[in-house]
């Protein structure tokens, strides 16, 4: 009788705990705290750091005034960057142009408005005001994979980090890198983790790059390194790309307090862009061919060494996608989240599409989603008409509309996994 017992308590023990063990994984599955979604990236022209300060009689007044002078100068500033000449324009063609007001910092007085704002302007209306051409150097989609390393850890996606945020709060508007950022919720921290970034294998990779419609991976890594809690942080960034993880540049800062790392992880983000876009305008960013999926009937090419010191053979960015295949751009309106469900659910059943990610989500305005598709995207276009769509096509993007009146219909296809509501 005693061993009786001692069997039962244990198999009770082993019961609760394997139960205690299945909860914990379907937590892990299930939680959406992991991760940060990314900001929509509308593709404005940006101005940041335009400095005012104004009075006025009221409070309000005082901050209205403030944001009508930031925008005559972020035109300014912007009319320079890009002409090379100062511009002014009146306050209620300003008044159609910008579309956003990013508050960098301020502060708010009984009747004086002292600020550090950021201005968005819209980018077809800007441009055609300007006489500037529409940007012809651009990326294809690269996933980036924010490695973060701190007391020893490195962690992506497996839990929320300060550095994956960065990324989420850094503008893409006026990059030629078209980012593929993830939101770090659902599958994401499974498929994309810090151990997939020591992972050399192209086929895993490839089956990534095709889940979230990208071409090549981007590897940005931040080493912290704290003197004593809340002290001085100095921070070790990487560009890194590449299965690989090719280096591109390092660079070391520093902050005096623990409270500045936001700032800091800000002003690496913004530092290892530049690397990036400098280095595809100089043509040192390639993709390895191996990630490409091979032609029907023909193996896949064999991955270059990555052990020498010469420069790995592959293409050029600018013609990353196999034969017959392209990745659009496709704007389209979301009022509520079953504009987006339908919409993808659309989408992919049309034929040829092999993957349709909402990369860049926007409740109540317009977002942006990443379709990889086998054909030209004038037969997309055809194919989206014909099921009731208003198209307008512009160069490696689409416009899609629904027709005034008409409901937006549920979507017939499997429901919309986290994966397919990831951000760039």
Partial sequence: MPSLRLSRTLCAGLLVALLATGGTVVAQIEDSGRGVAPIASSGSFEVSGVRVDVSGPTAEAARIGGWRLAQRKGWDMLSRRLTGR????????????????????EQIGPNRYVARLGVLFNRARAGSILGVA????RSPGLLVVPLQESGGAATVFERATPWQEAWARFRTG????????????????????????????????????????????????????????????IADFTAGYGPDHHVLTRFTLKVDRAESIPALLDEGVRRIDTAYQQALREGRLRTDPALSAPPPGQPAPAAAPSDTGSETPGADFSATAPEGRTTVSIQFDTPGVAAVASSEGALRSIAGVRSAVT?????????????????????LAAALQARGWQVTQGPGVLRIRRPAGTPTPTPSAAPVTPAAQTGG
Avoid: C, H
């Fill in 86 to 105: 100062p511009g002014s324009l009146p306050d209620s063609t300003l008044d159609s142009l910008v579309s956003g007001i990013v508050v960098e910092n």
């Fill in 134 to 137: 529409g940007e012809t150097l």
């Fill in 174 to 233: 006026n990059s030629v890198i078209d980012y593929v950022r993830l939101t770090g919720t659902g599958p994401d921290a499974l498929l994309v983790n810090a151990g997939q970034v020591s992972r050399r294998g192209r086929g895993w990779w490839r089956t990534i790059l095709d889940q979230y419609g990208a071409a090549d991976v981007l590897i940005p890594q931040v080493k912290l390194r704290r003197q004593w809690p809340g002290g001085p942080v």
């Fill in 359 to 379: 990369t860049s989500l926007a409740l109540g305005g317009v977002s942006v989603m990443r379709v990889v598709f086998d054909g030209d995207p004038a037969v």
